[in-house]
């Protein structure tokens, strides 16, 4: 048996990120680079101004001065300067004219007859200019591997006129279950049958971390079913099953999985709930086997299948730490590496109640965990493992 810190090292030390692909980059929300990306341009791309108003000399403030020109964003402006005495209308992004010492915004401005302008005093140098280059300078990094893409993320890309990008491919995910009391929840059951609401879970949440996903079925609790399911799912990076791997007459889960060759790196963690969690590999290909019981399924999950499918992705599998204080008194009965689930508000971390090992309710109460081994007092200060997509 290891311990949870001993756990998540194997994981860590033992899954190396999957291979690349080249995309659009309209296909790219929630990818995941696979390189830094490095400016062509700078941007801007040139000095322009950041009002709508007038291109003018510092030396003209507070006089009255004439408009020879106007400046649209787009426009060349290579025939067109500034000199003391006058001024040019200019809009937002347009290229600043040579000669040009500041923008003096519209409302800033005095408008009289005949084409002339009276300008405040005080007007600085530079005052209203965006300069080419103080956004990002060509050659400079401005996405960084392993960095998750959003919508923003790809109007940078787009300012560089990037169109295809290389990212890490999406992790597939094959799960299967055993158990023949489970039945999937599209079929009628029997009175002493039950829902598999556990695949449908995992299927959900590593949907929701990015993978593609495969739902085999419910494996038969025979050595020969479980490991023609197996044989069917090494084509995946990770292979997440649920139950069958305690002591009963027919966990034979384990077995199967050493037949097929899997190599297992430990096979119990010292936590609370979920003791009976299996890590191992068969080749290149990882395997995660959780316990049976719904509540100590997702608690494993979060802890550890959770960073694995991280570390797959291309991203850190460190767990998104935050401060919270605890609204009520968390006692333990005995000190054990204990994980629990709760809500947070903002502020205060909430124990969801009642949480026992079997039970499903609380899954549909909780965005943060808390792991501690000893009691915890009400009010006092503590870390909590904030969901990352919630």
Request: aromatic content about 8%; proline content about 4%; hydrophobic content about 40%.
């Given at each position: 048996?290891?311990?949870?810190?001993?756990?998540?090292?194997?994981?860590?030390?033992?899954?190396?990120?999957?291979?690349?692909?080249?995309?659009?980059?309209?296909?790219?929300?929630?990818?995941?680079?696979?390189?830094?990306?490095?400016?062509?341009?700078?941007?801007?791309?040139?000095?322009?101004?950041?009002?709508?108003?007038?291109?003018?000399?510092v030396s003209d403030s507070?006089?009255?001065?004439?408009?020879?020109?106007?400046?649209?964003?787009?426009?060349?402006?290579?025939?067109?300067e500034v000199r003391e005495g006058f001024g040019v209308r200019i809009m937002t992004g347009a290229v600043t004219p040579k000669g040009c010492e500041a923008i003096v915004p519209i409302e800033d401005v005095e408008e009289l007859s005949g084409n002339k302008i009276k300008i405040p005093d005080g007007i600085t140098l530079n005052s209203m200019v965006r300069f080419r280059g103080e956004d990002i300078k060509?050659?400079?990094?401005?996405?960084?591997?392993?960095?998750?893409?959003?919508?923003?993320?790809?109007?940078?890309?787009?300012?560089?006129?990037?169109?295809?990008?290389?990212?890490?491919?999406?992790?597939?995910?094959?799960?299967?279950?055993?158990?023949?009391e489970l039945k999937p929840h599209y079929e009628k059951i029997e009175p002493h049958q039950l829902y598999n609401s556990n695949s449908l879970m995992f299927h959900g949440r590593a949907k929701e971390l990015g993978c593609d996903v495969t739902y085999l079925t419910i494996a038969k609790d025979t050595i020969d079913s479980?490991?023609?399911?197996?044989?069917?799912?090494?084509?995946a990076d990770l292979i997440l099953t649920s139950g069958g791997i305690s002591v009963g007459d027919r966990d034979y889960t384990l077995q199967a999985f050493k037949d097929v060759g899997m190599d297992i790196l430990f096979s119990k963690v010292d936590i609370k709930p979920g003791k009976p969690t299996t890590f191992g590999k068969i080749g290149e290909l990882a395997v995660v086997n959780l316990p049976g019981n719904p509540l100590?399924?997702?608690?494993?999950?979060?802890?550890?299948?959770?960073?694995?499918?991280?570390?797959?992705?291309g991203l850190s599998g460190d767990s998104q730490k935050v401060k919270a204080k605890l609204r009520d008194d968390i006692i333990l009965k005995r000190e054990k590496d204990t994980v629990i689930l709760g809500y947070f508000d903002g502020e205060y971390f909430t124990k969801v109640e009642p949480q026992k090992p079997g039970m499903i309710s609380p899954l549909g109460r909780f965005n943060a965990i808390v792991r501690t081994s000893r009691t915890i007092n009400k009010g006092e200060q503590i870390y909590i493992v904030l969901l990352r997509d919630f």
């Amino acid at each position: 048996m290891v311990s949870i810190q001993e756990a998540l090292e194997i994981i860590e030390k033992n899954i190396s990120s999957v291979n690349r692909e080249i995309i659009p980059i309209e296909d790219a929300i929630g990818r995941v680079l696979a390189r830094d990306y490095i400016a062509n341009y700078d941007l801007p791309r040139f000095n322009n101004s950041a009002m709508d108003g007038f291109a003018v000399k510092v030396s003209d403030s507070g006089k009255v001065i004439e408009v020879e020109n106007v400046i649209y964003a787009g426009d060349r402006v290579e025939d067109v300067e500034v000199r003391e005495g006058f001024g040019v209308r200019i809009m937002t992004g347009a290229v600043t004219p040579k000669g040009c010492e500041a923008i003096v915004p519209i409302e800033d401005v005095e408008e009289l007859s005949g084409n002339k302008i009276k300008i405040p005093d005080g007007i600085t140098l530079n005052s209203m200019v965006r300069f080419r280059g103080e956004d990002i300078k060509s050659g400079e990094k401005f996405l960084s591997k392993h960095q998750q893409l959003n919508g923003y993320s790809l109007s940078l890309l787009a300012s560089q006129g990037v169109t295809h990008i290389e990212v890490f491919r999406r992790v597939r995910v094959i799960i299967f279950s055993t158990g023949e009391e489970l039945k999937p929840h599209y079929e009628k059951i029997e009175p002493h049958q039950l829902y598999n609401s556990n695949s449908l879970m995992f299927h959900g949440r590593a949907k929701e971390l990015g993978c593609d996903v495969t739902y085999l079925t419910i494996a038969k609790d025979t050595i020969d079913s479980l490991k023609e399911l197996i044989r069917e799912s090494l084509n995946a990076d990770l292979i997440l099953t649920s139950g069958g791997i305690s002591v009963g007459d027919r966990d034979y889960t384990l077995q199967a999985f050493k037949d097929v060759g899997m190599d297992i790196l430990f096979s119990k963690v010292d936590i609370k709930p979920g003791k009976p969690t299996t890590f191992g590999k068969i080749g290149e290909l990882a395997v995660v086997n959780l316990p049976g019981n719904p509540l100590a399924s997702a608690v494993n999950f979060e802890m550890f299948v959770k960073p694995a499918i991280l570390k797959l992705s291309g991203l850190s599998g460190d767990s998104q730490k935050v401060k919270a204080k605890l609204r009520d008194d968390i006692i333990l009965k005995r000190e054990k590496d204990t994980v629990i689930l709760g809500y947070f508000d903002g502020e205060y971390f909430t124990k969801v109640e009642p949480q026992k090992p079997g039970m499903i309710s609380p899954l549909g109460r909780f965005n943060a965990i808390v792991r501690t081994s000893r009691t915890i007092n009400k009010g006092e200060q503590i870390y909590i493992v904030l969901l990352r997509d919630f």
